[in-house]
C-alpha cells in the first residue's frame, strides 16, 4: 500500500471517527464518488500508526485491479483471514465494498474477533439497507463524507476568502481533485466524466436500467430545477409535455436510485403546525453543485437556485438533519435540527425594497419558539437583525464551523 504525501487534511471528519477507533464498531464511510473517501483512509491510517508504527495495516481497494479476484464474501473472508495476525490489533479498510456481493457476511464474522478494527468505504447509500442493516444491526456507525465545504475548498485551493473565490466555490462545486486543474473548462470537462462515471455505474448498471435516456433527462429536469416543489406526478406530468411518458412510480423509483448514488438529495416537507411529515412533495439539492453546472451549464439566472443550494449542503456539512418547512401558506426554506435542537433558515438573493424585507423575515416571525433564525443572503444588508431576526451574509455563513 502507497500512501500519497502531502494528504491535505480534512479534520472535522477525523474527529468524529476517532473516538471510535479501536472499537469494536464497523466504521462506514459514505458519499458520492471522488469526494474525498479514499484520502480520508489515508489520513486516518497515518494517525494509527502515527500512535502505534507496529499496527497491523490491512487495506484493499475494490477499484483496483489487484483486488479484482475478490467477488463475494467467500473471497473477501479468505483475503483477509490470510493478512491477519493473531495475537495482534488488525486495522481493516476495505475501499469502494460495495462492489464486493453479499459483504455483510464477512463483515460479521472479522466483527467475532475483537482485535479486528473494521474500516469501510461505499458510494451508495443502500449499502445501509437490507441485508447489512440486518446482519451487522448495532454494530456499526456511518459518517457521511461530503465534498468540500467552502472554508476547505479556500485551504485546498489556497485561496483569499472573498466574493470571487465564493463564485468560483458555486460554479465549480468542491470535489477535492479540482486542486489538480485549472478551474476554467478544463474543471468542467472532469466533472462531466465523473458525472458519467456515477450515472453510468452507479445506477444505470447497478440497477439494470433499460432507460438510461430517461434518466439523463430527469437529471437535466432536476438540474434546472433545483429548490422547486415537486411530485413524482408533476414531474411525470412535465415531462409528458416534453414527449416523454413515464409513470409516476417509475420517476419515484429513478429518484430514489440518483439519491442512493448522492447524485441529488431529497428533502421532505414538515408541517410546522400539524407537526408531520408530508407524503408528497419534496425538493431536491445536487451533492456537488459542480456537477450540477457541468450538466447545465452555469448561468447568471440560476444564482437564487445555487444560493439554497449551497446553504442547504453547508447545513448538511455541518451535521444538520433538513426539511423544508410549510406553515398554512406560508414556507420555511429549512428547518434544520442537530442534537434536538433547531434553526431556521430563509434564503433570498438581496434584500432591496421593502416588500422583500417584509416576506423573508415575516414568515420567521411567525414560528411560535424561541430557537435561531435567519435570514441568508447573497448581499451585504444595512443592519443585523429584523424584530430580533437575524440577518448573514452567505460568505459569513460558510465560514460556520459549528
Given at each position: 500500500?502507497?500512501?500519497?504525501?502531502?494528504?491535505?487534511?480534512?479534520?472535522?471528519?477525523?474527529f468524529?471517527?476517532?473516538?471510535?477507533?479501536?472499537?469494536?464498531?464497523?466504521?462506514?464511510?459514505?458519499?458520492?464518488?471522488?469526494v474525498?473517501?479514499?484520502?480520508?483512509?489515508?489520513?486516518?491510517?497515518?494517525?494509527?500508526?502515527?500512535?502505534?508504527?507496529d499496527?497491523?495495516?490491512?487495506?484493499?481497494?475494490?477499484?483496483?485491479?489487484?483486488?479484482?479476484?475478490?467477488?463475494?464474501?467467500?473471497?473477501?473472508?479468505?483475503?483477509?483471514?490470510?493478512?491477519?495476525?493473531?495475537?495482534?490489533l488488525n486495522?481493516?479498510?476495505?475501499?469502494?465494498?460495495?462492489?464486493?456481493?453479499?459483504?455483510?457476511?464477512?463483515?460479521?464474522?472479522?466483527?467475532?474477533?475483537?482485535?479486528?478494527?473494521?474500516?469501510?468505504?461505499?458510494?451508495?447509500a443502500k449499502?445501509?439497507?437490507?441485508?447489512?442493516a440486518?446482519?451487522?444491526?448495532?454494530?456499526?456507525?456511518?459518517?457521511?463524507?461530503?465534498?468540500?465545504?467552502y472554508?476547505?475548498?479556500?485551504?485546498?485551493?489556497?485561496?483569499?476568502?472573498?466574493?470571487?473565490?465564493?463564485?468560483?466555490?458555486?460554479?465549480?462545486?468542491?470535489?477535492?481533485y479540482?486542486?489538480?486543474?485549472?478551474?476554467?473548462?478544463?474543471?468542467f470537462?472532469?466533472?462531466?466524466?465523473?458525472?458519467?462515471?456515477i450515472?453510468?455505474?452507479?445506477?444505470?448498471?447497478?440497477y439494470?436500467?433499460?432507460?438510461?435516456?430517461?434518466?439523463?433527462?430527469?437529471?437535466?429536469f432536476?438540474?434546472?430545477n433545483?429548490?422547486?416543489?415537486?411530485?413524482?406526478?408533476?414531474?411525470?406530468?412535465?415531462?409528458?409535455?416534453?414527449?416523454?411518458?413515464?409513470?409516476p412510480?417509475?420517476?419515484?423509483?429513478?429518484?430514489?436510485?440518483?439519491?442512493n448514488?448522492?447524485?441529488?438529495?431529497?428533502?421532505?416537507?414538515?408541517?410546522?403546525?400539524?407537526k408531520?411529515?408530508?407524503?408528497?412533495?419534496?425538493?431536491?439539492?445536487?451533492?456537488?453543485?459542480?456537477?450540477?453546472?457541468?450538466?447545465?451549464?452555469?448561468?447568471?439566472?440560476?444564482?437564487?437556485?445555487?444560493?439554497?443550494?449551497?446553504?442547504?449542503?453547508?447545513?448538511?456539512?455541518?451535521?444538520?438533519?433538513?426539511?423544508?418547512?410549510?406553515?398554512?401558506?406560508?414556507?420555511?426554506?429549512?428547518?434544520?435540527e442537530?442534537?434536538n435542537?433547531?434553526?431556521?433558515?430563509?434564503?433570498?438573493?438581496?434584500?432591496?425594497?421593502?416588500?422583500?424585507?417584509?416576506?423573508?423575515?415575516?414568515?420567521?416571525?411567525?414560528?411560535a419558539?424561541?430557537?435561531?433564525?435567519y435570514?441568508?443572503?447573497?448581499?451585504?444588508f444595512?443592519?443585523?437583525?429584523?424584530?430580533?431576526?437575524?440577518?448573514?451574509?452567505?460568505?459569513?455563513?460558510?465560514?460556520?464551523?459549528?
Amino acid at each position: 500500500m502507497n500512501i500519497p504525501a502531502n494528504i491535505l487534511k480534512r479534520n472535522k471528519y477525523i474527529f468524529k471517527i476517532q473516538p471510535f477507533i479501536r472499537k469494536n464498531l464497523i466504521k462506514v464511510l459514505t458519499g458520492q464518488r471522488r469526494v474525498g473517501k479514499s484520502y480520508l483512509v489515508f489520513q486516518l491510517i497515518n494517525y494509527i500508526l502515527e500512535q502505534d508504527k507496529d499496527s497491523n495495516i490491512i487495506y484493499m481497494n475494490k477499484e483496483d485491479l489487484q483486488f479484482d479476484f475478490i467477488k463475494n464474501a467467500t473471497d473477501l473472508n479468505d483475503y483477509i483471514i490470510s493478512k491477519i495476525k493473531p495475537n495482534a490489533l488488525n486495522y481493516i479498510f476495505i475501499d469502494e465494498i460495495q462492489d464486493i456481493v453479499d459483504f455483510e457476511k464477512a463483515l460479521r464474522s472479522f466483527l467475532l474477533d475483537q482485535n479486528n478494527d473494521i474500516y469501510i468505504t461505499g458510494s451508495n447509500a443502500k449499502m445501509l439497507s437490507g441485508e447489512l442493516a440486518t446482519y451487522l444491526s448495532g454494530r456499526y456507525v456511518e459518517f457521511t463524507i461530503y465534498s468540500l465545504s467552502y472554508s476547505e475548498f479556500l485551504q485546498f485551493h489556497k485561496l483569499d476568502n472573498n466574493d470571487k473565490n465564493m463564485d468560483h466555490y458555486f460554479k465549480y462545486g468542491g470535489l477535492p481533485y479540482l486542486i489538480n486543474l485549472a478551474l476554467n473548462e478544463q474543471a468542467f470537462e472532469y466533472l462531466n466524466s465523473i458525472y458519467t462515471t456515477i450515472l453510468f455505474r452507479d445506477v444505470v448498471s447497478r440497477y439494470n436500467l433499460r432507460n438510461s435516456n430517461f434518466l439523463e433527462k430527469l437529471v437535466l429536469f432536476l438540474a434546472d430545477n433545483i429548490g422547486s416543489l415537486f411530485s413524482a406526478k408533476k414531474i411525470s406530468d412535465f415531462l409528458k409535455s416534453q414527449q416523454t411518458k413515464i409513470a409516476p412510480n417509475q420517476i419515484q423509483t429513478y429518484t430514489k436510485y440518483l439519491v442512493n448514488a448522492y447524485v441529488i438529495h431529497e428533502v421532505d416537507r414538515y408541517d410546522i403546525i400539524g407537526k408531520r411529515i408530508f407524503e408528497t412533495g419534496s425538493k431536491f439539492y445536487f451533492e456537488n453543485t459542480g456537477i450540477r453546472n457541468a450538466i447545465i451549464g452555469y448561468k447568471p439566472q440560476d444564482l437564487g437556485k445555487l444560493l439554497e443550494n449551497v446553504v442547504y449542503n453547508h447545513l448538511l456539512y455541518l451535521g444538520y438533519k433538513i426539511k423544508v418547512g410549510t406553515m398554512n401558506t406560508k414556507e420555511i426554506d429549512f428547518i434544520a435540527e442537530r442534537n434536538n435542537e433547531f434553526i431556521y433558515i430563509q434564503i433570498a438573493l438581496k434584500l432591496d425594497d421593502e416588500a422583500t424585507i417584509k416576506r423573508e423575515f415575516e414568515n420567521l416571525l411567525q414560528i411560535a419558539n424561541n430557537y435561531p433564525k435567519y435570514v441568508i443572503t447573497n448581499t451585504q444588508f444595512n443592519g443585523n437583525t429584523y424584530r430580533g431576526i437575524q440577518h448573514v451574509y452567505i460568505r459569513d455563513f460558510l465560514m460556520w464551523e459549528q
